[in-house]
């Protein structure tokens, strides 16, 4: 702990460890960065510390993405370096080989995804009966990503004495019905309010036009001077354009997400760690569990469509005391989406445009024209009422015959022309046959419709329009 430089216990540990270490159940809730890794780590390293290594799975750490699985795994090292344990990692993307070599050797602590984890329970490569402590970390996350029927084949693999440790940034209903599901009167330590940024962070939003977000975003970082900045996108697609963007721009940038090879995932994480990459651009799935100390800039250059996903992602800068900024880069299709967020954390975000970057699009107003002007309207008043005149005229031009004037089902095959009262002009050129039946079926209209005051209007119209 002193070679880690601990010398504060963080809100989280205070309260988690001395529970953990009376074998309680736990419910640990925390704001993302606040420490609750070391809360569940170093716990559990004293009480099996206690027994000495055995080599088999006494603690099984499940996780929900494979950067937040190597996280886990490489602090339970750091923590545990003078500790005789062995621990080690589970987790799709690379080869299971290696990994069902290394769990023959024997192991102590296992931080796995669920997935892969029960790749090995099929292939009988894991021994489960053993476990004595299960933590579930990130547990809102394995929800939202769809592995709540892996953890629970995961949880009737175990056995029924065990101690559990939930931990989550949040706490929501589902959560709490999976806790009462197979937790022994668990003991609650929820040390923010929910759905609470760090207050640490610097959050501030710039209104921008959608086609000109990384644009900005490129003046933004080279402005300021901005030496680590991760970019959250809603896309993998959209990761790889913008990484790929910023690059051309003279920013060296690079991606992360779930189509990256694991390979290409850690390098890149790597490289941005240790500073010899300017911009990460990432999707969702680096939104929890990413450590990166010190990390003083977080983008939102696609707001997330669940607000809850706003805090974590935010979390990732303001951690352990240090000081973070997060921009929010929103066009006219975000307001929605940062007003949900704005709600669900009871705060405004600070909203700055940036000079040169004012949005032209939809919210602002273009200078009336004199026309528009002289038909009385205010110029959106009139943008408006263009479509929804050529609707009207589209669905006048498509009645059926009988619905215009009394017309008799014969003249379908006549073009048809607009309503009475628009004013149109006859279709050019209209041939002698044409107009024969035109004058016919006039002659005819105006017989059948002598009760119709309107009629003669239009047969007047009709025949004083002049043929080209």
């Excluded at 716990?43 to 088999?56: A, D, E, F, W």
């Excluded at 250059?301 to 607000?307: E, I, R, S, T």
């Excluded at 009760?451 to 004083?464: C, F, I, M, Y």
Aim: proline content about 6%; glycine content about 8%.
């Amino acid at each position: 702990m002193r070679e880690q430089g601990y010398t504060v216990p963080t809100p989280i540990q205070v309260q988690a460890i001395p529970v953990v270490l009376a074998g309680k159940d736990l419910l640990g809730a925390a704001q993302t960065g606040t420490g609750k890794t070391a809360g569940f780590a170093l716990p559990i390293l004293q009480i099996l510390s206690k027994k000495g290594s055995s080599r088999n799975i006494r603690a099984l750490i499940i996780t929900p993405t494979r950067e937040l699985c190597m996280q886990v795994r490489e602090d339970v090292r750091n923590y545990g370096k003078f500790v005789q344990l062995r621990s080690m990692t589970v987790f799709g993307g690379v080869g299971i080989q290696p990994q069902i070599a290394e769990l023959r050797r024997g192991v102590d602590i296992l931080v796995a995804t669920p997935g892969r984890l029960l790749d090995h329970v099929q292939q009988r490569t894991v021994d489960l009966k053993q476990v004595e402590i299960l933590v579930l970390d990130e547990a809102d996350r394995m929800l939202d990503m769809g592995f709540i029927n892996d953890i629970r084949k995961i949880l009737a693999l175990l056995p029924r004495e065990r101690q559990n440790l939930l931990f989550s940034a949040t706490f929501p209903d589902e959560i709490r019905k999976l806790a009462g599901s197979f937790m022994k009167h668990p003991v609650t330590v929820e040390v923010a309010r929910r759905n609470t940024p760090a207050e640490l962070v610097a959050q501030v939003q710039h209104p921008v036009d959608h086609d000109r977000k990384r644009d900005l975003l490129a003046h933004l970082i080279k402005s300021g001077d901005w030496r680590q900045v991760l970019v959250f996108c809603k896309t993998k697609h959209g990761a790889n354009r913008l990484a790929q963007q910023l690059e051309r721009a003279g920013i060296e940038a690079d991606a992360i997400h779930g189509n990256k090879s694991q390979g290409a995932r850690t390098r890149a994480l790597g490289r941005f760690k240790d500073n010899e990459l300017r911009v990460l651009v990432a999707t969702d799935i680096a939104a929890r569990g990413l450590d990166i100390e010190a990390l003083p800039h977080v983008v939102n250059f696609d707001l997330p469509h669940v607000a809850e996903d706003y805090v974590h992602r935010i979390g990732r800068t303001g951690r352990a005391g240090a000081e973070g900024e997060a921009v929010s880069l929103v066009c006219h299709e975000d307001r929605p989406l940062m007003a949900a967020i704005e709600r669900l954390m009871a705060r405004e975000v600070a909203s700055r445009v940036i000079e040169g970057f004012e949005p032209q699009s939809r919210g602002s107003r273009p200078a009336p024209q004199p026309q528009q002007q002289r038909q009385g309207r205010r110029p959106e008043q009139h943008r408006r009422a263009e479509p929804g005149r050529r609707q009207e005229q589209r669905r006048s031009e498509q009645r059926r015959p009988e619905q215009r004037g009394g017309q008799r089902p014969a003249l379908r095959s006549q073009p048809r022309f607009p309503g009475r009262h628009d004013g149109a002009r006859l279709p050019a050129a209209l041939s002698a046959e044409q107009d024969a039946q035109l004058r016919e079926a006039r002659a005819r209209m105006a017989e059948e419709n002598k009760a119709k005051r309107q009629e003669p209007r239009l047969g007047a119209a009709l025949v004083a329009e002049p043929k080209s």
